[in-house]
């Protein structure tokens, strides 16, 4: 009976010292656990460190960014400043230049058929206003010389062919008043109704162009007025 007994008791005592043996491991690591706090953050935020450095960048490029505007907000400024500068400049040499008296282009001449022959030369050339001038004053100069309708009609030419349609109309109707049997009235009278037309009146126009057709009906400003009426058609 003795053999059982001392099994028995050597059975409980090692089972006792491997009791002790778990506890004890149990208990180092659970104070090891609590000892290690960094571990144990690290552990739970294993990318906090990343984290900061992807924050850190973020604030270097929003400031990037901020710099950037500031430096385009300054450039923007710093061109409306210039604009305005040379609005203010521009707006001043257009004051002068309303004040200013036109300039006349005059030429010296003894005869009168010389300052005609000067102003259809100019004219033929293509400098339209020298050439408006001479005409100009041949008309006021010499009203009864036998150039002076033809003056007149050129005139009434450089005043159209720049687009001042208005002014043409007036030299045209004041030839055929001043000038009523010269030769230039029925194409004074042409272009009078291609003038209105340019000006978009219709009516004046049409009625023109068959003014022409019914008191000249054999001239060649009747054969241009026929074509353009069959436009009106």
């Not at 206003?129 to 150039?147: G, I, Y």
Request: net charge neutral; glycine share 4%; hydrophobic share 35%.
């Amino acid at each position: 009976m003795k053999a059982p007994v001392k099994n028995i008791i050597f059975k409980g005592f090692f089972l006792c010292l491997c009791s002790f043996f778990i506890f004890s491991c149990s208990t180092f690591d659970f104070f090891k656990k609590e000892a290690d706090p960094v571990a144990q953050e690290s552990s739970v935020h294993p990318n906090t460190g990343n984290e900061n450095v992807a924050l850190e960048q973020e604030g270097l490029d929003n400031e990037g960014l901020k710099n950037d505007l500031d430096n385009k907000t300054r450039n923007i400024s710093e061109l409306e400043d210039k604009i305005l500068s040379l609005e203010k400049k521009v707006s001043g040499l257009e004051s002068q230049l309303s004040t200013r008296k036109p300039v006349i282009y005059q030429v010296a001449y003894t005869e009168p058929s010389q300052l005609y022959q000067k102003a259809r030369n100019l004219l033929l050339e293509g400098d339209v206003s020298n050439a408006a001038q001479l005409f100009k004053t041949f008309v006021e100069q010499h009203p009864k010389h036998n150039l002076a309708d033809n003056a007149m009609y050129w005139l009434g030419e450089c005043h159209y062919s720049s687009g001042q349609y208005a002014k043409a109309v007036a030299v045209f109707k004041d030839l055929v008043k001043a000038y009523p049997k010269a030769e230039k009235v029925p194409d004074a009278i042409l272009k009078t109704g291609y003038s209105y037309l340019s000006m978009d009146d219709i009516n004046r126009a049409h009625h023109y162009l068959k003014f022409v057709l019914t008191k000249y009906p054999f001239s060649p400003a009747a054969e241009k007025a026929q074509e353009k009426l069959k436009e009106f058609e």
